[in-house]
Every structure is written in structure tokens, then in C-alpha cells.
């Protein structure tokens, strides 16, 4: 297993949720952001959302009031709460972990991503 494991994608229709989970390795203990990033099809990587160790939060406006980040310091594992999704969000969704930068964060390890797709 890698050092960032992604589970929970799937295949969904418009307007349902998923859950996705991103288990660190113990070399990221306290890392300063843990966070996801998405890649469309013939698109740029794009940043979702984000969760420090101080238990600040962000999401990208195109994802707000939709998608929550959340993250459990203990288990060092970070969630992102997929709701009302749409067709838009098919993506392959990666975990990353790195330092805040701004609102956003600036990745330094990545996972091998995890497939959403959704049908319309």
C-alpha cells in the first residue's frame, strides 16, 4: 500500500452522494494539509478542498455547499462528503498532502486517485 490510500469512488447518478476516504501513512503524522484534488477528462488537476491540523477548512468555490472536508488527526484520515453531485464532478479524485498555501494547500505527496463517475 502507498503512503496515501483513496477509497470510497464509485459510480453515482446526479444528485446522490459519496463519501470519500484518504488514509495517511504515520510519515505524515501532523502534516500542515491534508486535501483533494480532481483531474476530468482532458482537463487540469484542480484543487477541491483542503483540512489543516488546526482545524481549518477549505473547499473551492465551485464546490461549496456541496462538498465538506473534514479530517480525523488521530486516525490521520481525511474525508471529502460528496453531495448533489453532478455529471460536471466525474472526475479521478486525488488525496494529497503538503503544506497550506494561501486558502488552498501546495501538495507534496500524492495518492493513485480514486474514480468518480457521474451519470446524469
Known amino acids: 500500500q502507498g503512503d496515501l490510500v483513496e477509497s470510497g469512488g464509485g459510480l453515482v447518478q446526479a444528485g446522490e452522494s459519496l463519501t470519500l476516504s484518504c488514509a495517511a501513512s504515520r510519515r505524515f503524522l501532523g502534516i500542515g494539509a491534508l486535501g483533494w484534488f480532481r483531474q476530468a477528462p482532458g482537463k487540469q488537476r484542480e484543487w477541491v478542498g483542503r483540512?489543516?491540523?488546526?482545524?481549518?477548512?477549505n473547499v473551492a468555490d465551485s464546490v461549496k455547499g456541496r462538498f465538506t472536508i473534514s479530517r480525523d488527526n488521530a486516525k490521520n484520515t481525511v474525508y471529502l462528503q460528496l453531495n448533489d453531485l453532478k455529471p460536471g464532478d466525474t472526475a479521478v479524485y486525488y488525496c494529497a498532502a503538503g503544506v497550506p498555501y494561501g486558502s488552498s494547500m501546495r501538495p507534496t505527496s500524492w495518492g493513485q486517485g480514486t474514480h468518480v463517475t457521474v451519470s446524469p
Open positions: 483540512a489543516l491540523t488546526n482545524g481549518i477548512t
